[in-house]
């Protein structure tokens, strides 16, 4: 019986040690009529080796295209001894710590994780991490709601250029609390959220204003003068990180004048490999005021009876396995084990090796963006400094683009005219430090061909205004 | 010592990053960062050495038993692992076009399927990210329910005291109101109790079953009755499943909304707290509001649904398709019980508590439901040995510690006095139950004999019992370059 170690004859002793005389006894007080007799739909066991076929085939089956996709999940090099180190048992089969003397691992490696975010965003606390950047941000909204006593408002502004599946994931979580999400235009020359829009709004309430940096578009945000406009107006300010970048950029804490309240962000930059959008981790940090409101398990370092150093989780008051109904969100598992690899990631690395990581993707983009723009009829659409990722305009349905460019074995970026139908046939597109100098020739060939073989420029297509 | 503490300036892990530092120059001075984050700078070998001896102080399923209730500490088979990092899988983009992506779908789809014949639902969503995302997206769905009718009265959820604290915390998310309902004295929901507050204003009731208590509630279908005449919606926070896997639809308790625990039912690693996975499924009036993304199969091909497709849905609650890499291991581990391996799942859980409540009552605990069959967990109340010998259920978890066993769930449900609630999952040995009672049997003696030994355990760990009022007060939560000094 897979995973099942019980031998017929101590199942024999084990029934009569019970006073029963078979495995069904044991359920005796479930109404018969409740009772479930076949399981027709569910396939029979499969052996190992079996499984191991089948899973190698699907694997097989979706072939392994060079990406040129980010849009919130980025292809970086993990260094060999994150997961062979993270998938260690004792990391991996590991129970959430309650149990401190038994967790110190856990704990010890959570408060350097606290640590190395701090240090990356420039804040003063972090928590122990949350589901993924999208989730991470409709927590921090709901945070800035419950923290902010200055505003009595459930409003918050949100710019367009934050990723469009994030603003998506914070309205469906936080629509039931009342809470109102505002869109902000962003600037069609620059592809970034110009301050002056927010002049309209001068004088109304707000709890929060929301940050993103780089944006959407990779455009990086004036994120000083948007961090002091919120501070002005009685808001706190969000910043959405990603925190390789803050290896290169401005951290949140420095942001302005006083720095922004809140970050968030997601944090598979840091180890988690792309595997479908999951699992990742979102980290959250805050300032020091704030962190009676933040959400998640927190780890804080003490001592034990003997006076020596120890880890535990603290604040626990304001969770729901103790508060309940009044807690401060209704998380309970977060993503210990992406963290685990995180911490790990950022150990190895360091500033220096995150900084090199970063730089080469901001140049590597560079790159990309200069072969594909000779291409006639393709352009960057906006002209503010970027970090990694860069919008370009075709000439051609990008939806068609892309597929021929996939039946080429390149996901040659995001198609952007269901969120930003406004852009025209325009496209995302990122190179991070893993692609080479041939991947990008190559990719700025096949996309000439593309383009030509589909009419090219001569099709006429302009970009709606 | 901390990571930072072994760290020396300029020391960094070369082979682990470009060669080359690229020119960022053209970033404008006003974007970029005044001063390096200081962050370890340490050499692989230190970076392995460090965290691999870190490990060694945890106690996990591959070197502990941990009979920890309502959390299912199973063994997680190393197969799952090792194929759900396939390289084809692990390099999957989430935006990637369907047309690369029939593989991992196929895999999706047909979890989708074996949850929904399990579990006896309509449908099934894989995408919330844990447990407490599936009761979110559970009462959110009730929600959608109750609003598309126009029934908006109904500002209500009712959760019975023994639940899980996630329940009320998520259905305050969704914006209900929640009252509780009180449990009758042999660990049933009192059902007069229950039916003196539905009404017009419910809006449903989250139940666990079997419950938190340990015992399966025999008035399910009354309850469900109950509810469903007022007009409320019945959800199932599937933390049990387990006791029941195979044996028992919750579709055929009458339930409208399930979510499941991967990470507990279905064997996904716990990870020192996560990532889990927390899919829902539905019955048939709520299978327009299911979260999104979901897989849909038409002919031979696997497609995407989203909220194009879906446009009454709760939508999304992570950027892509939830933890699908734990979702990959949920589908492998269920490949391998197959249609014959999930009721052995709830027939030798059930097996197990059933053994070890007997044996230790023998020893002389005390069963908080004795008169009641156990499922796949049990509560001992140690009342009596708090009030006669002064040791506590902290300090008997303390002691197990230093037996070598993780301490059993403490104090919950919060209706037992000095309770431990114990799940040893079908996956252990009748030898390793044996140990463990042997150990409480042990601990009880030196309760009597030796008090002192109990309530200063534990003594053989990394560190004895920390000071959390201290944490608390003191708040350390990181480190600062000032500590080296």
């Known amino acids: 019986m897979p995973f099942i170690p019980h031998t017929e004859q101590e199942v024999q002793e084990m029934l009569a040690a019970i006073g029963v005389g078979s495995l069904d006894d044991l359920f005796e007080e479930i109404p018969a009529s409740l009772r479930l007799s076949q399981l027709d739909a569910i396939p029979t066991a499969l052996s190992e080796m079996e499984i191991g076929h089948l899973m190698g085939k699907r694997a097989q089956q979706d072939g392994q295209p060079v990406c040129f996709l980010g849009a919130g999940a980025y292809d970086h090099h993990i260094p060999a001894a994150v997961w062979q180190i993270t998938g260690r048992g004792e990391y991996y089969t590991a129970y959430t710590p309650y149990q401190a003397e038994a967790s110190q691992g856990t704990l010890q490696l959570l408060y350097e994780y606290q640590s190395m975010m701090v240090a990356l965003t420039g804040m003063d606390v972090s928590n122990a991490s949350l589901y993924d950047g999208a989730s991470a941000l409709a927590e921090a909204v709901l945070m800035a709601v419950r923290a902010n006593r200055k505003s009595k408002s459930k409003r918050i502004l949100m710019p367009r250029t934050v990723h469009p599946a994030y603003r998506r994931v914070v309205h469906n979580i936080v629509k039931n609390q009342q809470v109102e999400l505002v869109e902000l235009p962003f600037d069609p020359q620059g592809g970034h959220t110009d301050p002056a829009v927010l002049e309209q709004y001068r004088g109304e309430d707000f709890a929060a204003l929301v940050i993103p940096q780089p944006n959407f578009f990779g455009v990086l945000e004036e994120v000083d003068a948007l961090t002091d406009w919120a501070h002005a107006n009685g808001a706190l300010a969000i910043g959405v990180v990603n925190p390789l970048s803050l290896a290169l950029l401005s951290p949140p804490g420095e942001w302005g004048g006083q720095g922004a309240d809140i970050c968030c962000g997601e944090g598979q930059p840091l180890g988690a490999p792309l595997a479908s959008g999951g699992p990742y981790f979102g980290f959250l940090c805050c300032q020091q005021a704030h962190v009676r409101q933040m959400p998640g398990r927190i780890i804080g370092r003490t001592q034990d009876l003997d006076g020596k150093v120890g880890y535990t989780l603290t604040l626990q008051a304001r969770e729901q396995h103790i508060r309940r109904s009044k807690a401060t969100s209704n998380i309970c598992t977060n993503q210990g084990l992406m963290v685990t690899a995180a911490t790990i990631h950022m150990a190895l690395l360091g500033s220096e090796g995150l900084e090199r990581a970063a730089a080469a993707s901001y140049a590597n983009t560079r790159a990309l963006v200069e072969a594909l723009s000779a291409i006639p009829g393709v352009a960057p659409l906006f002209d503010r400094p970027a970090f990694h990722e860069r919008v370009l305009r075709l000439p051609a349905p990008a939806a068609g683009v892309l597929r021929s460019l996939a039946a080429h074995n390149v996901l040659g970026g995001l198609d952007l005219s269901r969120d930003y139908p406004e852009l025209g046939e325009a496209i995302l597109v990122c190179a991070t430090e893993q692609r080479t100098a041939e991947e990008i020739a190559a990719y700025a060939e096949k996309l000439a061909r593309v383009i030509q073989l589909q009419g090219g420029v001569t099709c006429g297509l302009v970009p709606k205004e | 010592m901390l990571i930072f503490e072994q760290s020396k300036a300029g020391r960094y892990a070369p082979a682990q990053s470009p060669l080359d530092k690229a020119d960022i120059s053209a970033i404008p001075a006003q974007f970029r960062r005044r001063r390096s984050a200081a962050l370890p700078e340490v050499s692989e ?357 230093d037996y070598g066993f993780h301490a059993p769930t403490t104090y919950f449900p919060l209706l037992v006095p000095e309770c431990l609630l114990i799940e040893p999952t079908e996956t252990e040995d009748m030898a390793t139950l044996d140990g463990f009672i042997d150990a ?46």
């Not at chain 2, 060694?56 to 959390?71: A, E, H, V």
């Not at chain 2, 601990?443 to 019992?465: C, N, S, W, Y």
Request: neutral net charge; contains cysteine; charged residues 20%.
């Open chain 2, 45 to 401: 070998m230190q970076a392995v050495r460090h965290y691999t001896r870190l490990s060694r102080k945890n106690f996990s399923i591959d070197t502990q038993f941990y009979p920890l209730g309502s959390c299912t500490m199973k063994y997680n088979p190393r197969a799952c692992n090792s194929l759900a990092s396939l390289p084809g899988l692990l390099s999957r983009h989430p935006e990637a076009p369907e047309s690369h992506s029939q593989g991992f779908m196929a895999c999706l789809y047909e979890l989708q399927e074996m949850l929904r014949e399990v579990t006896g639902m309509r449908a099934v969503s894989l995408s919330p990210a844990a447990g407490a995302q599936g009761e979110f997206a559970g009462v959110a769905m009730i929600r959608a329910y109750h609003e598309a009718r126009g029934d908006s009265a109904r500002c209500e959820i009712l959760v019975p005291d023994a639940a899980h604290g996630t329940n009320p915390a998520s259905a305050v998310m969704c914006g209900y109101q929640v009252r509780e309902i009180p449990t009758g004295p042999d660990g049933d929901v009192d059902l007069e109790a229950l039916k003196a507050v539905v009404g017009p204003h419910t809006a449903g009731i989250m139940l666990t079953n079997p419950s938190t208590l340990g015992v399966f509630d025999r008035n399910i279908e009354a309850i469900a009755k109950t509810v469903h005449q007022a007009g409320g919606l019945l959800y199932y926070d599937g933390a049990n499943l387990n006791a029941i896997l195979g044996k028992v639809r919750p579709g055929t308790m009458g339930f409208d909304v399930i979510h499941m625990n991967l990470h507990k039912t279905f064997s996904t690693p716990h990870g020192g707290g996560g990532p889990g996975a927390g899919p829902v499924g539905v019955s048939e009036r709520l299978v327009p509001y299911l979260p999104v993304p979901m897989v849909t199969r038409e002919g031979d091909e696997y497609r995407w649904l989203t909220e194009r497709e879906c446009p009454e849905s709760i939508g999304r609650l992570t950027a892509f398709a939830g933890n699908a890499g734990v979702l990959l291991r949920a589908y492998i581990y269920a490949r391998m019980l197959g249609r014959e391996g999930m009721p052995r799942v709830a027939e030798f859980s059930t097996l197990n508590a059933n053994y070890m409540l007997k044996r230790l009552q023998a020893l002389g605990f005390q069963a908080a439901y004795p008169q009641r069959r156990a499922t796949h967990e049990f509560i001992i109340t140690l009342k009596k040995q708090a009030k006669e010998l002064g040791v506590n259920t902290m300090d008997f978890a303390k002691r197990l510690l």
């Open chain 2, 440 to 485: 409480m049997g042990r601990i009880l003696e030196e309760a009597t004999q030796e008090p002192g030994l109990v309530k200063g355990a534990p003594h053989t760990l990394p560190v004895k019992r920390l000071d959390d009022v201290k944490a608390a007060r003191e708040l350390d939560l990181a480190w600062q370059q000032r500590d080296a000094g």
